[in-house]
């Protein structure tokens, strides 16, 4: 649960930065209109001549008064998203998408001030459809359908004036030039989406090899944490050793001795090998052909006591002539329930007014949903979030490696199964089993691709 939160945390803090830098680019690409406007004021100003050579090459004079007010209104729009949206960190995909609905449209204007149609300046267009790539694809689309809508409306707003006995010639262009331009926005939108998919891809593949890397890093570890078990397990090997092949000399005190420190380090051999025990699956389990087992009989072995804590079995949904049975690894199952009750357990003894540990298994449809509870001491959110990292335990030094959770969620995820621990601190545990009841793999028959 607490893994789910992190990432959808990360995906809608991701989500807001790319937002927030696409309002960025935006706001600065409205920043340069405005600037090149100004610019060609101050030419017209500075020098009316120089101004006309330039604007012979260029759209027909802009109508100063509403150029100027749309100067203003952009000029606002871009000081209040500044301040209000960027700086306050309210950046959303949509806000973005709709400041390009803005600028289109701001665009429309300015064209139909100054020549409309014949303004060869009706390509920036291409602007905000290719600023919309950084949204989404969605508002891509929704951009490029926009853009070519006011370009139509260009016709409406400022049709091309019947000076000459070619105008309606020169209309006809004009319109095949909105086609081409149709043509020309449908296929950008096109290449441009599928490159926006294919980063997406490269993004989750991103992630999922940096996932891998992490997996391969546990691994690792584990494989270190088996080397320094097996250099434990040799100082009393040899002292066994030792002490077995001197048993024909000793006196029988002394014989008696060394059989008592025999018993203790096969004791400690034991206690060794118990702290690295853990649910494994096994690649004999795992075949298509395992044998299926019956479900109600395989949980009641668990039913009894283990030490002086009680445990109990509860089966829903089990009635009916014939025994359900599972085609799951039957050894793999219960190494991972034999886990749990025996935590369970465990946390029992550590609280006084603990009446024990409850299995309760029930079908839900073809899924077998295994829930174990105790009251036991429980475990703080924080230990709860924790519970299923590598190495991590609550036991006391030596009393546990921190690895049976962990790899019993790894093994339930390759069973198609999942696993879920909720827990409060003095009331007591409960971990969520499920599994699919039909078989665990289905894997390729040998040599297929």
Same mark, same amino acid.
């Given at each position: 649960?607490?893994?789910?939160?992190?990432?959808?945390?990360?995906?809608?803090?991701?989500?807001?930065?790319?937002?927030?830098?696409?309002?960025?680019?935006?706001?600065?690409?409205r920043?340069?209109?405005?600037?090149?406007?100004?610019?060609?004021?101050?030419v017209?100003?500075?020098?009316?001549? @120089?101004?006309a050579?330039?604007?012979?090459?260029?759209?027909?004079?802009?109508?100063?008064?509403?150029?100027?007010?749309?100067?203003?209104?952009?000029?606002?729009?871009?000081?209040?998203?500044?301040?209000?949206?960027?700086?306050?960190?309210?950046?959303?995909?949509?806000?973005?998408?709709?400041?390009l609905?803005?600028?289109?449209?701001?665009?429309?204007?300015?064209?139909?001030?100054s020549?409309?149609?014949?303004?060869?300046?009706?390509?920036?267009?291409?602007?905000?459809?290719?600023?919309?790539?950084?949204?989404?694809p969605?508002?891509?689309?929704?951009?490029? @359908?926009?853009c070519?809508?006011?370009?139509?409306?260009?016709?409406a707003?400022?049709?091309?004036?019947?000076h000459?006995?070619?105008?309606h010639?020169?209309? @006809?262009?004009?319109?095949?030039?909105?086609?081409?331009?149709?043509?020309?926005?449908?296929?950008?939108t096109?290449f441009?989406?599928?490159?926006?998919?294919?980063?997406?891809?490269?993004?989750?593949?991103?992630?999922r090899l940096?996932?891998?890397?992490?997996q391969d890093?546990?691994?690792?570890?584990?494989?270190?944490?088996?080397?320094?078990?097996?250099?434990?397990?040799?100082?009393?090997l040899?002292?066994?050793?030792?002490?077995?092949?001197?048993?024909?000399?000793?006196?029988?005190?002394e014989?008696?001795?060394?059989?008592?420190?025999i018993?203790d380090?096969v004791?400690?051999?034991?206690?060794?090998?118990?702290?690295?025990?853990s649910?494994?699956?096994?690649?004999?389990?795992?075949?298509?052909?395992?044998p299926t087992?019956p479900l109600?009989?395989?949980?009641r072995?668990?039913?009894?006591?283990?030490?002086?804590?009680?445990?109990?079995?509860?089966?829903?949904g089990l009635?009916g002539?014939?025994p359900q049975?599972?085609?799951q690894?039957?050894?793999?199952?219960?190494?991972?329930?034999?886990e749990?009750?025996?935590? @369970?357990?465990?946390?029992?003894?550590?609280?006084e007014?603990?009446?024990?540990?409850?299995v309760?298994?029930?079908?839900?449809?073809?899924?077998?949903?295994?829930?174990?509870?105790?009251?036991g001491?429980?475990?703080?959110?924080?230990?709860?979030?924790?519970?299923?990292?590598?190495?991590?335990?609550?036991?006391?030094e030596g009393?546990?490696?921190?690895?049976?959770?962990?790899?019993?969620r790894a093994?339930?995820?390759?069973l198609?199964?999942?696993?879920?621990l909720s827990?409060?601190?003095?009331?007591?545990?409960?971990?969520r089993?499920?599994?699919?009841?039909?078989?665990?793999?289905?894997?390729?028959?040998a040599?297929?691709?």
């Amino acid at each position: 649960m607490q893994g789910r939160k992190s990432g959808t945390f990360t995906a809608v803090h991701d989500a807001r930065r790319t937002s927030e830098i696409a309002l960025r680019t935006f706001v600065m690409a409205r920043w340069v209109l405005l600037g090149l406007i100004s610019l060609g004021w101050a030419v017209q100003l500075a020098s009316p001549s @120089a101004f006309a050579t330039i604007i012979s090459w260029f759209p027909p004079p802009p109508e100063p008064r509403g150029t100027a007010a749309v100067m203003v209104v952009l000029a606002l729009l871009n000081l209040g998203t500044q301040r209000w949206i960027i700086g306050s960190g309210r950046s959303t995909a949509n806000l973005a998408g709709l400041h390009l609905i803005i600028d289109a449209t701001a665009l429309t204007v300015l064209l139909a001030l100054s020549g409309g149609l014949i303004n060869s300046f009706t390509t920036m267009y291409f602007v905000p459809i290719t600023l919309a790539t950084q949204v989404s694809p969605r508002w891509t689309w929704a951009v490029s @359908a926009y853009c070519l809508v006011m370009f139509a409306s260009l016709f409406a707003l400022a049709p091309v004036p019947e000076h000459s006995h070619a105008a309606h010639d020169f209309e @006809a262009h004009l319109r095949g030039m909105w086609v081409a331009f149709a043509m020309s926005g449908a296929l950008i939108t096109y290449f441009v989406h599928r490159i926006a998919i294919s980063l997406d891809r490269v993004r989750h593949e991103l992630v999922r090899l940096r996932h891998e890397a992490i997996q391969d890093r546990h691994l690792a570890a584990m494989g270190t944490l088996a080397a320094g078990a097996a250099h434990e397990l040799g100082s009393p090997l040899g002292t066994i050793r030792m002490l077995v092949s001197d048993l024909n000399y000793m006196d029988e005190e002394e014989r008696s001795e060394a059989i008592g420190t025999i018993t203790d380090e096969v004791g400690r051999c034991k206690h060794i090998i118990q702290q690295m025990a853990s649910p494994e699956l096994r690649l004999a389990t795992l075949g298509r052909d395992s044998p299926t087992w019956p479900l109600a009989e395989f949980v009641r072995e668990f039913e009894g006591r283990i030490g002086e804590i009680a445990v109990t079995v509860e089966l829903l949904g089990l009635g009916g002539a014939t025994p359900q049975r599972c085609g799951q690894p039957r050894e793999v199952i219960g190494q991972i329930l034999r886990e749990l009750v025996h935590n @369970a357990a465990e946390a029992c003894r550590g609280r006084e007014s603990s009446v024990g540990v409850k299995v309760s298994l029930r079908l839900d449809g073809d899924t077998v949903d295994v829930l174990v509870e105790d009251n036991g001491v429980g475990l703080d959110p924080e230990a709860t979030a924790a519970a299923f990292d590598p190495f991590f335990s609550t036991r006391e030094e030596g009393q546990g490696m921190g690895l049976g959770l962990y790899l019993a969620r790894a093994h339930m995820r390759q069973l198609g199964g999942s696993i879920e621990l909720s827990s409060e601190l003095g009331v007591g545990s409960r971990v969520r089993v499920r599994f699919p009841l039909g078989a665990p793999l289905e894997r390729p028959p040998a040599g297929s691709g």
